[in-house]
Antibody, heavy 120, light 110 residues
Framework: EVQLVESGGGLVQPGGSLRLSCAASGFTFSNYAMHWVRQVPGKGLEYVSAVRSNGGSTFYAKSVKGRFSISRDNSKNTLYLQMDSLRAEDMAVYYC?????????????WGLGTMVTVSS | QTVLTQPPSASGTPGQRVTISCSGSSSNIGSHTVHWYQQLPGTAPKLLIYSNVQRPSGVPDRFSGSKSGTSASLAISGLRSEDEADYYCSSWDSNLLGLTFGGGTKLTVL
């Protein structure tokens, strides 16, 4: 079964750091670009970051550029999101997602999400 | 701000046909494909339509997508109570050089 499981969310103070992980299984992780999408509770989806299959190319939304860093370990089938200088507006559910069976940027597999709370 | 515009809400009665629009520009919908997601309360989004009109395996043919120029639409026919959810469109944007989502439409089945 194709599956993504996020972890690492929690409560952090403004200005703090957190590292999210996304463990993948059921597909050849190293063949696919991986993505992070976030959602403030009660609000819409925001595309946050992406990394190509070999880790060589990355994308960041303007709202997180310079503060977040995406990476992957293909030997561990795991995707990461290092989040530094966290702000109140970063508080959201963070999903990892991948386009396995559809087309390049149509995410047909999502994790359940991990909640990041930024508060003092 | 979102570059893809959706109505915040839509509604219909069981059995009705409902459409949800997604309006963009030449940098996104006008030159890239559109995908649609369904998000039931408390769950992760689910891919409903990809590449404008394609349905992933398992998605009922009550759901259909279309695209014309810089706009796209999701149609749901034979509306059911379980269709009550939030619906999002998405498309690549050449100006942002990234994926973008619409603001979402909350569908209520009356």
């Amino acid at each position: 079964e194709v599956q993504l499981v996020e972890s690492g969310g929690g409560l952090v103070q403004p200005g703090g750091s957190l590292r999210l992980s996304c463990a993948a299984s059921g597909f050849t992780f190293s063949n696919y670009a991986m993505h992070w999408v976030r959602q403030v509770p009660g609000k819409g989806l925001e595309y946050v970051s992406a990394v190509r299959s070999n880790g060589g190319s990355t994308f960041y939304a303007k709202s997180v550029k310079g503060r977040f860093s995406i990476s992957r370990d293909n030997s561990k089938n795991t995707l990461y999101l290092q989040m530094d200088s966290l702000r109140a507006e970063d508080m959201a559910v963070y999903y990892c997602a991948v386009a396995v069976g559809a087309t390049l940027d149509a995410f047909d597999v999502w994790g359940l999400g991990t909640m990041v709370t930024v508060s003092s | 701000q979102t570059v893809l515009t959706q109505p915040p809400s839509a509604s219909g009665t069981p059995g009705q046909r409902v459409t949800i629009s997604c309006s963009g520009s030449s940098s996104n919908i006008g030159s890239h494909t559109v995908h649609w997601y369904q998000q039931l309360p408390g769950t992760a989004p689910k891919l409903l339509i990809y590449s404008n009109v394609q349905r992933p395996s398992g998605v009922p043919d009550r759901f259909s997508g279309s695209k014309s120029g810089t706009s796209a639409s999701l149609a749901i026919s034979g509306l059911r109570s379980e269709d009550e959810a939030d619906y999002y469109c998405s498309s690549w944007d050449s100006n942002l050089l990234g994926l973008t989502f619409g603001g979402g439409t909350k569908l209520t089945v009356l």
